[in-house]
């Protein structure tokens, strides 16, 4: 799989409409559907509709939030019309959703935006409507293997989060940190990597303690995990679940420092809030959206970081000190020339074990790195049981 | 009472939800008819959203009978979600074991699997009841838990797929082995799983000695013992039948839908079917319909949040209304009937 954004198997998208009404004259209730008919869209011929699919709510300080602005953003262009769907699981309500998009909508592009969403809904789908484009977020294309009008977008959001992690870093005094995580995946350990090795480049003696709630939503556990935490003398708290908001509103409740994650969590912790890996999805859906209304071609596999400007840190909090934001931002400007490498041996896992040995590094797209299974020198953890 | 009263009690009370429900949404600012018109053509408008429907309905009716079906007990039974993950855990297993068997075999396999593991989950619920006098309600609604706990440790432990890296799943049935769809529709074959076991059922409910002797149980348990019926058995039997017809929705889900057992075994059906169980009155034919309307409703949910700006919410509100007007106004109804009755 190559990362490069221009890697391409590309598809023109044609807005024409595609997909007639199939059997009207199911249970004799067709009749209706003329009245309700559907939505003449020869009229909208540089007009672009966009769906939006999230597994969460909207409102989430989160995942979802973070597609719903980025959603918003390009819905103020007059010449988008951007639907979404929230709350939807990742069962066959996904495909029916995307669908009745497409049917019901006109939808020409389809985003859904849940990692579960691909393997099988997507790949269902996809096929019957050709000349819809439906863009997943998640980065799984494959061209060998997968339809040309399928394509995968995500962003390097670990370089963000180890930014955090040198904000993290100097804030905290006991040189214990906490890390809520959702499940031991490769996206989250490398997460965790991170964050942990930016803190450990800032004070060697610095451990990370990590929790695995076992589900990407679960606000009990999290508040659990957040507060035993604090009673073993974590002073940092930060987390990879769908929804952050737990966890920043218990720190700051205890009056301990917090790092966001996937939108801007400042305004629930206005006190201890540090900074926070965020993804910039209004600069993705608007590229996108400008290239159909173009008609030119999409790009079935986009990827970037800092540099491209698919992620960005949260706004520092006012206890952020400075000799931290000039460490931080120092690192941020290695990240935007492209030249910081984080997996460069000697690197240790925590059981003692070298993972990468001296002289070797692993940049940024390297496919390797994707496949994470282990946990850094310096996390207090296991990725199994 | 009336003489269409069964039909015409549930018939009033979702006409004045949808009532109350106008009244809801023109609070929320949005335009009442349209609202309407997109409920409509979202669920049951074009033959496209009348497969919608009725996809969502099909899990809900298996699920539904695992509470309806204790529910003629007296037991308040709420595992179904349990009974689908196990079911759906223990289908795929099945069909990886039988990976290289001719297709309907292994999907006669999985099915059986997963209904007995359903079947003896809830079956055990109703040993529990009857033979140590745990409370059925509480011991159901904890199955649920360790369920999913079970489900979610295999899938991203011992029975991962290393594949599926971002989204822990098991090892996948093969496509050959996957559940097709009815005719020519998308509606895959848990709706006609659906049907054929509301039939089944009502027919031995109906028809059956042992249909009479649950209802006799169900009247009154001293009473059933005292004319020699095997208590204890029966109430294991239709526990089990229960979460057979649950687990059997676990299957379709593996089968039909994910071809992997993984978390999204557990979206919810169980808790719905309790909801779509008590609005049918526990009856089997009744859930039938009552599947359908809430498959609708939730098919069209996602219209009313893209053409109206309303939350995902909304349609939880209309489901909750319709819920609680069919159980009050049944009370309602017996009452003015009893008031009839003594007055004549």
Same mark, same amino acid.
């Given at each position: 799989?190559?990362?490069?954004?221009?890697?391409?198997?590309?598809?023109?998208?044609?807005?024409?409409?595609?997909?007639?009404?199939?059997?009207?004259?199911?249970?004799?209730?067709?009749?209706?559907?003329?009245?309700?008919?559907?939505?003449?869209?020869?009229?909208?011929?540089?007009?672009?509709?966009?769906?939006?699919?999230?597994?969460?709510?909207?409102?989430?300080?989160?995942?979802?939030?973070?597609?719903?602005?980025?959603?918003?953003?390009?819905?103020?262009?007059?010449?988008?019309?951007?639907?979404?769907?929230?709350?939807?699981?990742?069962?066959?309500?996904?495909?029916?959703?995307?669908?009745?998009?497409?049917?019901?909508?006109?939808?020409?592009?389809?985003?859904?935006?849940?990692?579960?969403?691909?393997?099988?809904?997507?790949?269902?789908?996809?096929?019957?409507?050709?000349?819809?484009?439906?863009?997943?977020?998640?980065?799984?294309?494959?061209?060998?293997?997968?339809?040309?009008?399928?394509?995968?977008?995500?962003?390097?959001?670990?370089?963000?989060?180890?930014?955090?992690?040198?904000?993290?870093?100097?804030?905290?005094?006991?040189?214990?940190?906490?890390?809520?995580?959702?499940?031991?995946?490769?996206?989250?350990?490398?997460?965790?990597?991170?964050?942990?090795?930016?803190?450990?480049?800032?004070?060697?003696?610095?451990?990370?303690?990590?929790?695995?709630?076992?589900?990407?939503?679960?606000?009990?556990?999290?508040?659990?995990?957040?507060?035993?935490?604090?009673?073993?003398?974590?002073?940092?708290?930060?987390?990879?679940?769908?929804?952050?908001?737990?966890?920043?509103?218990?720190?700051?409740?205890?009056?301990?420092?917090?790092?966001?994650?996937?939108?801007?969590?400042?305004?629930?912790?206005?006190?201890?809030?540090?900074?926070?890996?965020?993804?910039?999805?209004?600069?993705?859906?608007?590229?996108?959206?400008?290239?159909?209304?173009?008609?030119?071609?999409?790009?079935?596999?986009?990827?970037?970081?800092?540099?491209?400007?698919?992620?960005?840190?949260?706004?520092?909090?006012?206890?952020?000190?400075?000799?931290?934001?000039?460490?931080?931002?120092?690192?941020?400007?290695?990240?935007?020339?492209?030249?910081?490498?984080?997996?460069?041996?000697?690197?240790?896992?925590?059981?003692?074990?070298?993972?990468?040995?001296?002289?070797?590094?692993?940049?940024?797209?390297?496919?390797?790195?994707?496949?994470?299974?282990?946990?850094?020198?310096?996390?207090?953890?296991?990725?199994?049981? | 009472?009336?003489?269409?009263?069964?039909?015409?009690?549930?018939?009033?009370?979702?006409?004045?939800?949808?009532?109350?429900?106008?009244?809801?949404?023109?609070?929320?600012?949005?335009?009442?008819?349209?609202?309407?018109?997109?409920?409509?053509?979202?669920?049951?408008?074009?033959?496209?959203?009348?497969?919608?429907?009725?996809?969502?309905?099909?899990?809900?009716?298996?699920?539904?009978?695992?509470?309806?079906?204790?529910?003629?007990?007296?037991?308040? @039974?709420? !595992?179904?979600?349990?009974?689908? &993950?196990? =079911?759906?855990?223990? /289908? $795929? %297993?099945?069909?990886?074991?039988? #990976?290289?068997?001719?297709?309907?075999?292994?999907?006669?396999?999985?099915?059986?699997?997963?209904?007995?593991?359903?079947?003896?989950?809830?079956?055990?619920?109703?040993?529990?009841?009857?033979?140590?006098?745990?409370?059925?309600?509480?011991?159901?609604?904890?199955?649920?838990?360790?369920?999913?706990?079970?489900?979610?440790?295999?899938?991203?432990?011992?029975?991962?797929?290393?594949?599926?890296?971002?989204?822990?799943?098991?090892?996948?049935?093969?496509?050959?082995?996957?559940?097709?769809?009815?005719?020519?529709?998308?509606?895959?074959?848990?709706?006609?799983?659906?049907?054929?076991?509301?039939?089944?059922?009502?027919?031995?409910?109906?028809?059956? @000695?042992? !249909?009479?002797?649950?209802?006799? &149980?169900? =009247?009154?348990?001293? /009473? $059933? %013992?005292?004319?020699?019926?095997? #208590?204890?058995?029966?109430?294991?039997?239709?526990?089990?039948?229960?979460?057979?017809?649950?687990?059997?929705?676990?299957?379709?889900?593996?089968?039909?839908?994910?071809?992997?057992?993984?978390?999204?075994?557990?979206?919810?059906?169980?808790?719905?079917?309790?909801?779509?169980?008590?609005?049918?009155?526990?009856?089997?034919?009744?859930?039938?319909?009552?599947?359908?309307?809430?498959?609708?409703?939730?098919?069209?949910?996602?219209?009313?949040?893209?053409?109206?700006?309303?939350?995902?919410?909304?349609?939880?509100?209309?489901?909750?209304?319709?819920?609680?007007?069919?159980?009050?106004?049944?009370?309602?109804?017996?009452?003015?009937?009893?008031?009839?009755?003594?007055?004549?």
């Amino acid at each position: 799989m190559d990362k490069k954004m221009s890697k391409q198997h590309d598809t023109p998208v044609n807005p024409k409409r595609r997909t007639t009404l199939k059997g009207l004259a199911g249970l004799g209730l067709g009749i209706f559907a003329g009245g309700f008919g559907i939505r003449e869209a020869s009229a909208a011929i540089k007009k672009v509709t966009m769906g939006f699919l999230y597994v969460g709510p909207r409102d989430d300080y989160g995942y979802n939030q973070a597609h719903f602005e980025g959603k918003s953003a390009i819905a103020k262009q007059s010449w988008v019309k951007a639907v979404d769907q929230e709350n939807v699981p990742e069962t066959i309500a996904v495909q029916k959703a995307m669908e009745s998009m497409i049917n019901l909508d006109g939808a020409q592009v389809i985003f859904p935006t849940s990692f579960g969403y691909f393997d099988p809904h997507i790949l269902k789908i996809a096929p019957k409507y050709p000349d819809v484009m439906f863009l997943h977020c998640g980065g799984l294309y494959d061209a060998s293997k997968h339809p040309k009008n399928v394509g995968s977008y995500f962003g390097y959001i670990d370089e963000a989060v180890y930014v955090s992690g040198i904000v993290a870093g100097h804030a905290s005094k006991t040189g214990k940190l906490g890390y809520i995580a959702a499940i031991p995946i490769p996206q989250v350990l490398r997460n965790i990597n991170n964050f942990t090795m930016a803190a450990r480049s800032v004070n060697p003696k610095i451990t990370v303690q990590v929790v695995f709630t076992g589900g990407w939503s679960n606000p009990v556990k999290e508040a659990e995990s957040a507060n035993s935490l604090i009673d073993q003398g974590v002073d940092v708290l930060t987390c990879h679940v769908d929804s952050p908001k737990v966890v920043v509103e218990t720190a700051e409740k205890r009056g301990v420092y917090s790092c966001g994650y996937h939108a801007d969590q400042s305004k629930l912790a206005p006190k201890g809030f540090l900074t926070g890996a965020e993804w910039n999805w209004s600069k993705v859906y608007l590229d996108y959206a400008t290239l159909i209304s173009k008609g030119t071609k999409i790009p079935n596999l986009v990827r970037g970081g800092f540099k491209e400007g698919l992620v960005k840190s949260s706004p520092y909090g006012k206890v952020v000190s400075a000799k931290a934001r000039a460490h931080a931002d120092k690192v941020r400007a290695q990240f935007m020339k492209g030249d910081f490498v984080v997996y460069k041996g000697p690197i240790k896992d925590n059981t003692g074990k070298v993972v990468i040995a001296r002289g070797k590094e692993y940049g940024q797209t390297d496919i390797w790195l994707e496949s994470m299974d282990w946990l850094v020198e310096g996390v207090v953890g296991r990725t199994k049981g | 009472m009336l003489p269409f009263a069964p039909f015409l009690i549930p018939l009033v009370a979702i006409a004045l939800s949808l009532v109350l429900f106008g009244g809801f949404v023109g609070l929320a600012g949005a335009d009442v008819q349209a609202v309407y018109q997109s409920i409509y053509r979202g669920a049951f408008g074009t033959w496209f959203s009348w497969q919608n429907t009725l996809t969502s309905a099909a899990p809900l009716m298996l699920t539904a009978l695992c509470t309806a079906l204790p529910a003629r007990l007296g037991l308040i @039974v709420i !595992g179904g979600e349990g009974a689908v &993950v196990v =079911g759906g855990l223990a /289908a $795929a %297993l099945t069909g990886l074991v039988l #990976v290289d068997a001719n297709p309907w075999v292994a999907l006669a396999g999985m099915a059986l699997a997963a209904m007995l593991t359903g079947g003896l989950l809830i079956g055990l619920v109703g040993w529990l009841r009857h033979g140590r006098n745990v409370n059925e309600t509480i011991s159901s609604l904890l199955f649920n838990y360790i369920s999913i706990a079970i489900l979610s440790f295999l899938v991203i432990g011992p029975l991962r797929d290393p594949e599926t890296l971002n989204k822990p799943s098991t090892h996948h049935i093969g496509d050959t082995h996957m559940l097709g769809a009815l005719g020519d529709t998308s509606i895959h074959w848990g709706f006609g799983y659906g049907l054929i076991v509301c039939l089944l059922l009502w027919v031995l409910y109906k028809r059956t @000695v042992f !249909g009479f002797a649950v209802d006799m &149980v169900g =009247g009154n348990v001293r /009473a $059933a %013992l005292l004319s020699g019926l095997p #208590v204890g058995r029966i109430v294991f039997l239709v526990c089990m039948m229960g979460g057979a017809a649950a687990g059997l929705a676990g299957m379709v889900e593996v089968a039909a839908v994910h071809g992997r057992a993984n978390t999204s075994l557990n979206a919810g059906y169980g808790y719905e079917g309790i909801l779509i169980a008590f609005a049918a009155r526990h009856h089997p034919l009744a859930i039938i319909p009552m599947a359908i309307l809430f498959g609708g409703i939730r098919a069209s949910s996602g219209l009313m949040q893209r053409d109206h700006d309303l939350p995902d919410a909304t349609s939880l509100v209309l489901q909750g209304i319709i819920f609680i007007l069919i159980l009050a106004s049944e009370a309602v109804f017996a009452r003015l009937a009893k008031r009839q009755g003594s007055a004549a």
